[in-house]
């Protein structure tokens, strides 16, 4: 009997068994042993038709092909679509880039829009534009515009208005203390700062400009809107910088603050004119064009400025 029984284990075909064990670890390999399990188990089969029934074994070749097959398929399958996946997840998150870019945009253009309504309303009141610096004619760190310009955007920024000291300057040890209170109106939603107290919207200061400021005495009240004799729809107000410094202080001269106007945007950066419109400038606007736009009664041709078409969020 035990004869018997090796003469018949021994028919067993080894390439059947061996398939058989591979597709088995195949379930845990992969195709490390799926691919082997499957020409081990075709070798047999053929092997075992060709023997003319002296090798058996055809039930552990079939599994070994199948369950190879398994293993094997899940990297067939499986990478493809975790490539797949991850693919689908980069396309997301660049589509949510880009609507986020669009949507601050269009918040950063709402913005000044809002910026420019206040400061109509402010002109319609007291006849002329804020000066940028609201005390002391000739202090060398007053209040700002956007101080001054408070009240007109609504009760809460009143509030805020009423805490400053406005017979002290911006970095007073009382003033200072609000100027991480910078209203969101006057950032752009793209802009990040730590600590919170800058603004983005600067005021075009300087000789000749709506904000002279200091350097003409004649109007250290403030301009009215009689002194702007330049087509006001391409009379500069506010431009956006990257950084326009403390928001209660005041701004730069625009010969200096010409070197910070960028974009926080693609193509180009919003801008407030004396007419009370927002245009986004190409970032290629010539020196030479801001400059004459920069006057108010200069009387100095202003060269037409392609416009990029304004984007709305989806």
């Given at each position: 009997?035990?004869?018997?029984?090796?003469?018949?284990?021994?028919?067993?075909?080894?390439?059947?068994?061996?398939?058989?064990?591979?597709?088995?670890l195949?379930?845990?390999?992969?195709?490390?042993?799926?691919?082997?399990?499957?020409?081990?188990?075709?070798?047999?089969?053929?092997?075992?038709?060709?023997?003319?029934?002296?090798?058996?074994?055809?039930?552990?070749?079939?599994?070994g092909?199948v369950?190879?097959?398994?293993?094997?398929?899940?990297?067939?399958?499986?990478?493809?679509?975790?490539f797949?996946?991850?693919?689908?997840?980069?396309?997301?998150?660049?589509?949510?880039?880009?609507?986020d870019?669009?949507?601050h945009?269009?918040?950063?253009?709402?913005?000044?829009?809002?910026?420019?309504?206040?400061?109509?309303?402010?002109?319609?009141?007291?006849?002329?534009?804020?000066?940028?610096?609201?005390?002391?004619?000739?202090?060398?760190?007053?209040?700002?515009?956007?101080?001054?310009?408070?009240?007109?955007?609504?009760?809460?920024?009143?509030?805020?208005?009423?805490?400053?000291?406005?017979?002290?300057?911006?970095?007073?040890?009382?003033?200072?203390?609000?100027?991480?209170?910078?209203?969101?109106?006057?950032?752009?939603?793209?802009?990040?700062?730590?600590?919170?107290?800058?603004?983005?919207?600067?005021?075009?200061?300087?000789?000749?400009?709506?904000?002279?400021?200091?350097?003409?005495?004649?109007?250290?009240?403030?301009?009215?809107?009689?002194?702007?004799?330049?087509?006001?729809?391409?009379?500069?107000?506010?431009?956006?910088?990257?950084?326009?410094?403390?928001?209660?202080?005041?701004?730069?001269?625009?010969?200096?603050?010409?070197?910070?106007?960028?974009?926080?945007?693609?193509?180009?950066?919003?801008?407030?004119?004396?007419?009370?419109?927002?245009q986004?400038?190409?970032?290629?606007?010539?020196?030479?064009?801001?400059?004459?736009?920069?006057?108010?009664?200069?009387?100095?041709?202003?060269?037409?400025?392609?416009?990029?078409?304004l984007?709305?969020?989806?």
């Amino acid at each position: 009997m035990a004869k018997v029984s090796d003469c018949e284990e021994s028919r067993v075909s080894r390439k059947a068994a061996a398939s058989a064990v591979l597709g088995l670890l195949s379930l845990v390999a992969l195709v490390f042993a799926g691919i082997p399990a499957i020409l081990l188990g075709a070798f047999s089969l053929n092997d075992i038709k060709a023997s003319a029934g002296l090798k058996t074994g055809r039930g552990l070749a079939l599994a070994g092909i199948v369950l190879g097959s398994i293993g094997s398929s899940v990297v067939v399958v499986a990478i493809p679509s975790v490539f797949l996946y991850y693919r689908l997840q980069a396309d997301r998150t660049t589509r949510q880039a880009a609507d986020d870019e669009v949507r601050h945009e269009a918040e950063c253009r709402r913005n000044l829009e809002q910026i420019g309504q206040a400061l109509q309303r402010y002109v319609k009141k007291q006849g002329r534009y804020p000066r940028d610096g609201v005390y002391g004619f000739g202090s060398t760190s007053p209040l700002g515009w956007r101080v001054a310009l408070l009240p007109e955007l609504g009760a809460e920024h009143a509030a805020l208005h009423e805490r400053f000291h406005h017979d002290e300057p911006w970095d007073s040890p009382h003033n200072k203390t609000l100027s991480d209170s910078a209203p969101l109106v006057y950032r752009c939603p793209s802009a990040s700062f730590d600590p919170p107290g800058k603004a983005v919207y600067s005021a075009v200061t300087g000789p000749g400009t709506v904000f002279p400021g200091d350097h003409e005495p004649n109007v250290k009240d403030g301009t009215r809107p009689t002194d702007i004799t330049d087509d006001p729809s391409q009379t500069l107000v506010l431009v956006e910088t990257r950084d326009a410094g403390v928001w209660s202080a005041m701004d730069l001269p625009f010969d200096l603050l010409r070197k910070r106007v960028d974009s926080l945007h693609h193509g180009g950066y919003h801008a407030l004119f004396a007419d009370g419109t927002v245009q986004l400038l190409p970032d290629s606007t010539p020196l030479s064009t801001l400059n004459a736009m920069a006057t108010r009664a200069a009387g100095d041709a202003v060269p037409p400025v392609p416009k990029r078409p304004l984007r709305t969020p989806r």
